[in-house]
Structure formats: structure tokens, C-alpha cells
């Protein structure tokens, strides 16, 4: 007799699959999950298009090394910190599976993990997996910044790693220089790792600077920062990642991912690598790029009576909906959005243990044809 005995009971399927499935059921306009609408450039399409016939098998498993060495160099040009491409550098089938299997790597059974919250929702189950035990420190609206005090108050000789994101999805935060020096001093003397997850690392606004992880020489030793070329290049259905990390951490990493999926996707990872060593000036131009779409948007939406503070960073923008339906709770706010006026967005009570009872917000993500947007103010000013 066969019997499920379910490691993962009270899993439901994420918020971004219901969500775009909501909207191609509706044929609402979809603000949900985040994506671009908008065709990648056309040089990385060629260069995917020319992919030679025999570089269609397996890629290394740690990734092509030309495209480990662009990384190196982007990290030496941006972060003025040296990884070793052949030790260092990991490119992966996506950046939730860098994230999953660091995780796994470095918790052992009953091992505490620092997750702010909202947090993207892949942290926590990945840390249940490991044997972990997620703890769930709230960021404060409207700001969504960290209480150290709060953090202080959390670590415990259990606390093995601490997760963060900067700029934060979905809240459009960024993490300030302060913050990472705070959070220096207060896991310094303790064995704490920091898996930072930047993979919004090139989209950020206002003159605002990207502090990584690995721009602190004091957490170099047990850092990962994870990358994203789905969201640098608008390829995230190209699966294609990254993370760097001092190699004898890597190594641990390593360890679990070539079990775990082995190698990234060998064509895409060509293509990227052809692109790149032909348009080093893509990446700069990301920021502005994207904070003309934000402007559009929040521009477009100052007659509404939806209420935001400006997104710092990411292509995420949060909406306080309040004025409108202070008697719904997100979720439901966004299936009377999708069911009323055909739009989709994500309710951000998803990204906590324990939703705060008076959230109103709602997130939109703006990588989106200006048409689109137009789209999306033309509802959302009629709510
Ligand atoms: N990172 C994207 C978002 O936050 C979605 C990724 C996914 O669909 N798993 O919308």
C-alpha cells in the first residue's frame, strides 16, 4: 500500500503562476508577474539565432567560462572586487535554483534563517527543505526599512544566514550604505552567512548607488551575491543566472547544484556572452532605461486615487490602494481589479508569514511597452 507522506504539505503553487493564469483567463492586462512585454535586443536575438550547431549540448556545469570571465569583470569594473572566473563564479539554470541550492548547501537541520519580510516567496520554502527554520523580521510601510533593533533582538546561536535583497521586490527598496554597515556590526563576531539577492542589481533610480555585499571587504569571506541575466537582458524565460562567492564557498555551492540541475542552458549562455563582449553599454543604460517607464507610470497615475512613493529600484511599483477599497484586503483587491477593470497585479501579503491586517498595497510591474502602461493608467485612473 503506497501512502503520500507530503515534505511539503501546506506548499501552494506560487502567486505569479495564479496570477498570469488569472489574467489569460480574464484576457485582463497582465501587471503581475514580472516580466518585459517588450522584445530583448535584437543583437542578443541574433546572437541566440547564431548559436553553432555543436554548442547545443551540455554547458559546462559551473557555466561557459567567457561568460564567468564577464562577470568577474563586471564585478572588478563595478565593485572593485576580484573573483576568480574558473573558482568564483557560477552561472546557473536561473537565479532561484542559485538561491536554492546556496541554501541547501549551508543549512543544516534546525539552523534559523533571517528572511525580511515582505520576502520573495522562494526563501522560505527553500529554507524549510533544508531542515531550516525561517525567522520573519517585517519591514515597516511605508519606507519598508529594516528595525535593527528588531534584527538584534532575532539572532540566536542558531542563526546561521541572513537573506537580503536589495533593490527589494517587491517593495522597490534599496538597501542604503548604513544598512550594510549595521548589519556588519552586528553579525561580526557571529557565524552568520549573507546570501544577497541583487538580481535587480542594474535597475535603480534617482542617482541612487547599488550597494552589494561584496562592496564590504568585511563580509567578502561569507557572502554569496546572486545575479540575474534574465533581468539585465529582458531574457527571463532564458532561465540564466549567476553567483559569486570566495571559492571556498563556492565550492559547497557547487556541490549541491551539479546534482541539483547540473548545467545552465548552453545556447542562451552563448548568446549572452556574444552580447555582451559586443554591447558593454547595455547595462548602464538599464537604470534609465527603466526610471523613464516608472515616471511614465507614477506620472500617469497622479490623477488616480491610487497613492505610491516612488519605487528606488526594480521593475516593481507598489500602489496604495486605500482610497479606493479600504474594505478589501489585497487579495481580494486584486481579483476585483482583475474581475472589474481587467488589470493584474500581485497582492505583497503573499510575501509575509503573517500579513499585516491593514496592508493596502498592490504591486505592478512597469517593464511594460509604454503602450501597455498607457493601458494600465487608462484602468487604473477609472477605479
Ligand atoms: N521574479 C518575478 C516576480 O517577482 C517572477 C518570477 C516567477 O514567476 N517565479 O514577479
Known sequence: MFAIDSKFPQAETTIFTIMSELAEQLQALNLSQGFPDFAPPQALLDAFKHVPDHLHQYAAG???????QKISEQYQD?????FDPIDEVTISAGATIAIYCIIQAFIHSGDEVIIFDPSYDSYAPSVQLA?????????????????WQQFKDALSNKTRMVIVNTPHNPTGQVWSKQDWLTLIELIRDKNILVLSDEVYEHLIFDGLTHYSVMDFPELQDRAFAVGSFGKSFHVTGWRTGYCVAKAPLMREMRQVYQFANFCGVHPCQIALTEFMTQHPEHLSQLSPFYQNKRDYFLQGLQNSRFKSVASSGTYFQLVDYSEIRDDLND?????????????VGIPISVFYQQPPKTLRYVRFCFAKKEQTLAQAIDILSQC
Open 331 to 343: 487579495s481580494e483587491m486584486c481579483q476585483w481589479l482583475a474581475r472589474t477593470h481587467k488589470i
Open 131 to 147: 531542515g531550516g527554520k525561517s525567522i520573519h523580521l517585517p519591514l515597516q510601510a511605508p519606507d519598508f526599512r529594516v528595525d
Open 78 to 82: 563595478l565593485h572593485q572586487i576580484s
Open 62 to 68: 559551473n557555466g561557459i567560462l567567457p561568460l564567468r
